[in-house]
C-alpha cells in the first residue's frame, strides 16, 4: 500500500495529498500517505471517505468546497476522488483518497485507472490501520 502511495504521489503533477484510510473497528483511520500532515481520524459518516464507503463506489468531487460535510485536513486541497478499497471477499476495508490543490482535477479516467490499481492489491487477512502492507 504505501508502495502505491509514492508511486502515484511522486508520478502525478496534480496528486497534492495521496494516502489510504482503514476501517478498524467502525473508524476510519489514517493509513500509508503522501503529503501534508493528513486528518488521523475522520468523524463518522461525514466527508467523501465515507461517501464513498457508504455509497460502496468511487466518488469524483470537482469542488470539496461545495461537498456537504467535506472534512478540510488542509484548506489547499480543492478537488478530490476517493475509491473504495476491497479484501478479497469484496468487503470495503478502506479507502484510497486523492486530493488536489485544482478545482476539477479528476475524471472518469482517474477513476478507472485508480479503480484497476487497487484490483492489483489482494488483502487477505484484516489490516491495522498503522500497517504499511
Known amino acids: 500500500m504505501a508502495t502505491i502511495v509514492g508511486v502515484l504521489h511522486h508520478k502525478m503533477d496534480y496528486f497534492f495529498w495521496t494516502g489510504f484510510y482503514l476501517l478498524d473497528n467502525g473508524d476510519l483511520i489514517v493509513g500509508p500517505y503522501q503529503g501534508p500532515v493528513a486528518c488521523?481520524?475522520?468523524?463518522?459518516?461525514t466527508g467523501v471517505c465515507w461517501a464513498s464507503i457508504t455509497h460502496e463506489?468511487?466518488?469524483v468531487v470537482p469542488n470539496v468546497h461545495e461537498f456537504p460535510g467535506h472534512i478540510a485536513c488542509d484548506s489547499r486541497s480543492n478537488s478530490e476522488i476517493v475509491v473504495p478499497l476491497k479484501d478479497h471477499t469484496g468487503k470495503?476495508?478502506?479507502?484510497?483518497d486523492v486530493d488536489s490543490k485544482d478545482l476539477n482535477s479528476?475524471?472518469?479516467t482517474d477513476r478507472d485507472s485508480l479503480e484497476k490499481i487497487?484490483?492489483?492489491l489482494t488483502i487477505k487477512e484484516k489490516l491495522p490501520a498503522t500497517s504499511n502492507k
Open 118 to 120: 487497487l484490483t492489483l
Open 106 to 108: 479528476f475524471d472518469e
Open 57 to 59: 463506489e468511487s466518488v
Open 92 to 96: 470495503i476495508i478502506g479507502v484510497l
Open 40 to 45: 488521523q481520524l475522520l468523524a463518522k459518516n
